[in-house]
T-cell receptor, first 108, second 113 residues
C-alpha cells in the first residue's frame, strides 16, 4: 500500500499559538483527507483536499500533489484542538491509508 | 441522520471465544471497510467490501473474517480472538468512487485477555 508519514509525532502548544502539521505520501493518490481524533476516540473529517488550499475557520490545509505532501495549519489554537490529527490518502480503489498521526496537546 | 453504527462499543473477552462486531450504515453506501488502530501505528485496514458479496483483504486481515450479505451491514468476525487483537476498531462507509466523504463509526474498544 501507499506509505504515509506525518510529522511531528507530538506537539505541545500554548493556547493561542499557531502550528503546521505535515503529511508526506509515497505515491500518486486519488485523494487526501485530514481527520481529527478527539479524546473519546471519534474520528472527525476536517478536510477533503486532493490538491490546492482549503480553509475552515482557524484551520486550513494545502496539498501539493505533484510533490506528494500536504500541510495542515492550525491558527490561534484552543484546548479543544487537542487530540490526534491523521492524514489519510486514497488509492484508486477507495481504500484509505493512514499516517501514524500527530498528537497535539494545547495547554491553557 | 447519516450514521455508521458499531456494536459493541466496549468489550472484554477471553482468548478463543468467538465474537462478532457489527457495523451498519443507513446511507445506502456501496463501500464499507474495517480498520484497527494501535498505538504508534495509526489506522490499518483489515478488510473492505465494494458491494454486496464482494469483499477483499486489506493490510492486516489475519485472524479476521467478514461478510457482506446485505448492503447496510458489514460484520467483523474474530473466530478465535487472541491478545494481539486487543485494539480499537473502526468501521467506515462511503459511496464507491473517488472523492466521496467517508463516514466512520464511533469505534469499538476490544480487549482480549
Amino acid at each position: 500500500g501507499i506509505q504515509v508519514e506525518q510529522s511531528p509525532p507530538d506537539l505541545i502548544l500554548q493556547e493561542g499559538a499557531n502550528s503546521t502539521l505535515r503529511c508526506n505520501f509515497s505515491d500518486s493518490v486519488n485523494n487526501l483527507q485530514w481527520f481529527h481524533q478527539n479524546p473519546w476516540g471519534q474520528l472527525i473529517n476536517l478536510f477533503y483536499i486532493p490538491s490546492g488550499t482549503k480553509q475552515n475557520g482557524r484551520l486550513s490545509a494545502t496539498t501539493v500533489a505533484t510533490e506528494r505532501y500536504s500541510l495542515l495549519y492550525i491558527s490561534s489554537s484552543q484546548t479543544t484542538d487537542s487530540g490526534v490529527y491523521f492524514c489519510a490518502v486514497e488509492d484508486g480503489a477507495n481504500n484509505l491509508f493512514f499516517g501514524t498521526g500527530t498528537r497535539l496537546t494545547v495547554i491553557p | 441522520e447519516a450514521q455508521v453504527t458499531q456494536n459493541p462499543r466496549y468489550l472484554i473477552t477471553v482468548t478463543g471465544k468467538k465474537l462478532t462486531v457489527t457495523c451498519s450504515q443507513n446511507m445506502n453506501h456501496e463501500y464499507m471497510s474495517w480498520y484497527r488502530q494501535d498505538p504508534g501505528l495509526g489506522l490499518r485496514q483489515i478488510y473492505y467490501s465494494m458491494n454486496v458479496e464482494v469483499t477483499d483483504k486489506g493490510d492486516v486481515p489475519e485472524g479476521y473474517k467478514v461478510s457482506r450479505k446485505e448492503k447496510r451491514n458489514f460484520p467483523l468476525i474474530l473466530e478465535s480472538p487472541s491478545p494481539n487483537q486487543t485494539s480499537l476498531y473502526f468501521c467506515a462507509s462511503s459511496r464507491y468512487g473517488s472523492g466521496n466523504t467517508i463516514y466512520f463509526g464511533e469505534g469499538s474498544w476490544l480487549t482480549v485477555v
